[in-house]
């Protein structure tokens, strides 16, 4: 009499990363979107798309790109074929909802959704793969640092009143990384601005820190675009 073993085969988690590029980036000044700012001979958003494209662990790319600019990050697709350019929208909150309502009849509530920073772009695979593992197990994780500085909380008159214990302190970063389920519920119950998704994660589950690095860097300012250029010279 011959018997068959259960089957121990888990279903396979896809992941899709969100990555939202439509902002104006009015503190650089430029007059293109930031994104498009070239460094080291590819732009911005080539860099952050490079390392998540060649990670080996992303099933698709979503690209929030400005909808005056759309054409302009079309040469994307060219160089790597799982990514697609959608229309953001005018907050970053909005380009990553339109980017789930893009996504959302094709992923599974535990397949994983990743969001990040059109201007990380010094993320490195070895944070991107720490993120997606730590986001299996805890289904909501945010990359961070510890802080280095001290931190003080003032009035609207610049004194201080309080002194915040830095050791309980991390800046926080992207990739962050979510069971769709728990970024989908997130995104449907708090229609609030908000400057990152655990932010809004937070309100309904519990978001796990995974340590970054301090060179993934957000270029805001000229002077971010200038380190940034030299970290990439470094790096390649």
């Known amino acids: 009499m011959s018997s068959t073993a259960p089957s121990t085969t888990q279903p396979v988690t896809t992941v899709t990363a969100i990555i939202p590029a439509a902002g104006s980036g009015s503190r650089m000044n430029a007059g293109i979107p930031k994104p498009l700012l070239e460094i080291c001979g590819k732009k911005i958003i080539e860099w952050t798309v490079k390392e998540f494209s060649e990670s080996g662990a992303i099933n698709q790319i979503v690209v929030m790109a400005p909808k005056e600019y759309l054409a302009e990050f079309e040469f994307l697709k060219t160089l790597y074929p799982n990514i697609v ?23 599974g509530p535990d397949d994983l959704i990743l969001v990040h920073d059109a201007a990380r772009c010094l993320i490195t695979k070895e944070v991107i793969l720490r993120a997606i593992e730590a986001a299996k197990h805890h289904g909501a994780v945010s990359v961070a640092v510890p802080m280095v500085d001290s931190v ?31 970024l989908l519920e997130a995104h449907k119950k708090n229609t ?21 690095e301090r060179e993934n860097i957000k270029i805001t300012t000229p002077l971010d675009l200038e380190i940034a250029q030299q970290l990439l010279r470094k790096k390649y």
């Open 85 to 107: 350019i959608v229309e953001g929208g005018a907050t970053r909150q909005e380009s990553v909802k339109k980017g789930l309502n893009f996504i959302e009849s094709r992923v």
């Open 152 to 182: 003080k909380v003032v009035d609207d008159q610049h004194f201080v009143i309080q002194s915040l214990d830095r050791d309980k302190l991390w800046a926080i970063q992207t990739p962050q990384v979510f069971k769709a389920a728990i």
């Open 192 to 212: 609030t601005g908000s400057t990152d998704d655990a932010s809004l994660v937070e309100l309904h589950h519990k978001v796990r820190i995974v340590k970054g």
